[in-house]
């Protein structure tokens, strides 16, 4: 359904003319997702213990379709940020369901709903979007160390694309090819620990690695050619790819540099994050996908790898276990993403670290590998990226609501690329309570599940990967999770402290504040029935973001109530993984 999806799509931008299309493609977008959703969910009940696709390419379970949902559901989320207007005119003599249908209300649209936003007209962002979530698919179902190279390559450049798909952007343009040294980076670790795994195990395949890894012990003892930890090391090197794509420490610091003397270039680590840089520098609509869909599939696929080859490796020392890298990268990501966050004064590379140290906390709770890590890797990941959606569309719709007014800061009026990310600077939504205390209230309540706040859902996500921690006996490493997410809580309060303790340096549009807008009611007939007024006050965000922002901030404000089905489905799915 996906690539028949993208070849209508494909020609459909080939043949038309008209870049205002965009919309509609997005919702045509919208519905082919929806039906692969639907796709998976009839099929949930068929598949038990797996079932092996394309001689043994594809390997579908009940884990691997689960997520395949949840991309789906996440990606139909962020499409609605392209798929309607983002504003629209509310008058409350026109709401009722009789004046609705009966009647057709027509005003002024092109300003008053963002009608010419960049972000409308562009036809190829939902076939891109297709291109990625059908990347993220295979790579959390294969099977085979080529099909895992073509998948992760397959979602990898499409993200490069859409970090540069603003094409009049200075900023993203740069962005997107910052990430894409990054991603040229990774891949070439990836590549190394896949011809280090054919050469050590003489398969690509996935079933035959986990089976020499169980057997091992015989195969060194019975030849001298063959020791265990080739493979280890191997998938060492092979993980490093992995964790450059997910942002983990410490493999974010990539960057080129003049050196000093003639015109030679010398790559070295700086204090200059490249994955952090690329999340402020494009906008943010895109931003949005970047940070969420990429970093789920890859996970689900380390999932795997980590658990069918626990079995022989936690036998061994931890210091030839290659998931004590992940370990390592664990306890760098909570340390960084936490301390050099505190420093930050920029809205996108603040969430940029907190995604780090929230990564930190994924990677706790996956190199474990007991049943209750793997519940808490599972709700942990899932929760957050619920979470992290919340906070970007927030950004966007606040954004959009300072339509009506003007500021005076010269800081604000001079930053660049305005119009694709409006909110850049935390300053920017300084007493933004008092112009929409309804959206700041969402965004407090998502700030303080990613702190922890008790009874949002943050809390149980990171009590749950804790108390596995512990459990385990990885004391110290709880203990460092535990300093850092209150450390970071200083940040993240600071957001807080600036949206609802200061007065707003934002004054409404004088043009605006007396001006009354003209508008029409037609009939089913199109004959006039009257004219009708409104104000800047009945201007207001579009439904399809209103109710989405409430449904989420609803299920992490009121988890509580609601939690047993969510985590009865993670104790299934682990009970399936272990029972295999």
């Known amino acids: 359904m996906i690539t028949l999806s993208i070849l209508c799509l494909l020609f459909s931008n080939a043949v038309t003319l008209r870049r205002d299309m965009s919309i509609l493609f997005n919702r045509i977008a919208i519905i082919a997702i929806s039906y692969c959703f639907l796709q998976d969910l009839v099929s949930l009940s068929l598949v038990n213990k797996g079932i092996g696709l394309h001689g043994g390419l594809l390997h579908i379970t009940n884990i691997t379709q689960i ?40 005003y002024y649209r092109t300003k008053i709903i963002n009608k010419m936003g960049d972000h409308l007209k562009i036809i190829e962002y939902p076939l891109i979007l297709l291109f990625v979530v059908s990347g993220a698919i295979f790579l959390m ?86 020791q265990p930890y080739y493979i280890n090391f191997s998938l060492l090197i092979f993980s490093i790819g992995f964790l450059f ?11 080129p540099e003049r050196g000093p003397g003639k015109s030679s270039i010398i790559l070295i680590c700086t204090i200059n994050l490249t994955t952090v840089d690329v999340y402020d520098a494009i906008p943010t609509i895109v931003t949005t996908f970047v940070a969420i869909i990429a970093k789920i599939s890859i996970f689900i696929l380390l999932l795997e790898i980590v658990y069918f080859t626990s079995n022989y490796f936690s036998e ?18 909570l340390i960084i993403g936490t301390v050099v966050g505190l420093t930050q004064f920029r809205i996108k590379r603040l969430f940029a670290y907190s995604t780090i140290s929230h990564v930190g906390f994924i990677l706790l709770a996956l190199s474990i590998t007991s049943i209750e890590s793997i519940q808490a890797f599972i709700f942990y990941l899932m929760q957050y990226s619920i979470s992290n959606l919340n906070v970007f569309i927030i950004l966007v719709t606040m954004g959009f609501s300072f339509y009506f ?24 939504l300084r007493g933004y309570f008092y112009i929409n205390p309804f959206l700041a209230l969402s965004f407090a309540i998502t700030i303080f599940s990613f702190v922890g706040v008790p009874p949002l859902v943050g809390f149980f996500a990171k009590q749950m990967v804790l108390s596995a921690a512990l459990d385990s006996g990885y004391v110290f490493l709880s203990l460092v999770a535990i300093l850092t997410s209150v450390i970071g809580g200083v940040y993240y309060l600071n957001v807080v402290k600036e949206i609802f303790f200061y007065k707003p340096e934002y004054k409404l549009n004088s043009i605006l504040k007396d001006r009354k807008l003209i508008s029409y009611i037609y009939n089913r007939d199109n004959l006039l029935v009257r004219n009708l007024e409104f104000k800047y006050n009945n201007i207001m965000m579009t439904s399809p973001i209103s109710i989405t922002i409430s449904s989420i901030t609803l299920l992490i ?3 509580i109530f609601m939690n047993k089905e969510w985590l009865s489905m993670g104790t299934i799915l682990v009970q399936i993984l272990f029972n295999n």
């Not at 990774?186 to 003489?202: D, R």
């Not at 794509?245 to 960057?255: E, N, Q, T």
């Not at 007014?405 to 920017?428: A, G, R």
Request: hydrophobic share 45%; glycine share 6%.
């Open 316 to 333: 061994t020392s931890s210091s030839l276990n290659w998931t004590f890298g992940l370990l390592m990268s664990s306890f760098l990501s």
């Open 245 to 255: 794509k997910v942002s983990a420490a410490p493999f974010h610091f990539w960057s």
């Open 141 to 226: 179902s294969t099977n085979d160390l080529v099909s895992i190279f073509l998948s992760i390559e397959l979602q990898s450049y499409g993200l490069y694309l859409l970090s540069t798909i603003y094409r009049n952007s200075e900023l993203a343009t740069t962005g997107g090819l910052i990430y894409f040294l990054l991603g040229g980076l990774s891949s070439c670790f990836i590549l190394l620990g896949t011809s280090l795994l054919y050469a050590n195990s003489g398969t690509t395949n996935m079933d035959g690695l986990y089976v020499i890894t169980s057997i091992s012990d015989s195969i060194g003892g019975a030849s001298s050619w063959y």
């Open 557 to 559: 404000l009121l988890f």
């Open 67 to 106: 997520f395949h949902m949840f991309v789906f559901l996440i990606s139909m989320l962020i499409l609605q940020l392209t798929s309607f207007f983002p504003r629209k005119v509310w008058v409350k003599e026109h709401s009722s369901l009789k004046h609705i249908l009966m009647n057709n209300f027509v």
């Open 405 to 428: 007014y003007v500021t005076e800061n010269k800081e604000h009026k001079e930053l660049l690329d305005k119009n694709n990310s409006p909110i850049q600077l935390i300053s920017q």
